[in-house]
C-alpha cells in the first residue's frame, strides 16, 4: 500500500505565501516523477509543476517565478513553495507521484486527498 498526504493549504492574503508538503509511505521501492496540480471550482485539473528523480523540474507559464517545486528523496516529499499568491491561483492543490512498490516491476501513479488553497483578502 502506498499513500500521499499532503499539509500546508490554508487561507492566505494575495501577496503571500505557502508552501505545500506531500509525504509519500507505505512499501515504496522508487518514485520517478513527482508533481503538483491544482482544480479551481467548475474547471479542469491541471499540471502546475513536475520534479524527476534527478531534480529536473518544470512548471505552468501562470506559476513561472512564484512557485518552486522541490523534492527530498531520502523522506519521500515534495513540496512546493507559493509565493506572490494571487486570487486566481485558488483551488484545490493535489500531489501526484510515479512509484514502483516494493515487489513490482512497475510504476503507478498515485493521488493524494487534496489541500484547498485560498488567497482572499
Known amino acids: 500500500q502506498v499513500q500521499l498526504v499532503e499539509s500546508g493549504g490554508g487561507l492566505v492574503q494575495p501577496g503571500g505565501s505557502l508552501r505545500l508538503s506531500c509525504a509519500a509511505s507505505?512499501?515504496?521501492?522508487?518514485?520517478?516523477?513527482m508533481g503538483w496540480y491544482r482544480q479551481a471550482p467548475g474547471k479542469q485539473r491541471e499540471l502546475i509543476a513536475s520534479?524527476?528523480?534527478?531534480?529536473?523540474?518544470n512548471y505552468q507559464d501562470s506559476v513561472k517565478g512564484r512557485f518552486t517545486i522541490s523534492r527530498d528523496n531520502a523522506k519521500n516529499t515534495v513540496y512546493l513553495q507559493m509565493n506572490s499568491l494571487k486570487p486566481e491561483d485558488t483551488a484545490v492543490y493535489y500531489c501526484?507521484?510515479?512509484?514502483?512498490?516494493?515487489?513490482?516491476?512497475?510504476?503507478?501513479?498515485?493521488w493524494g486527498q487534496g489541500t484547498q488553497v485560498t488567497v482572499s483578502s
Open positions: 507505505g512499501s515504496i521501492f522508487s518514485i520517478n516523477r
Open positions: 520534479i524527476t528523480s534527478t531534480g529536473s523540474t
Open positions: 501526484n507521484a510515479d512509484v514502483r512498490p516494493t515487489g513490482s516491476y512497475y510504476y503507478t501513479s498515485y
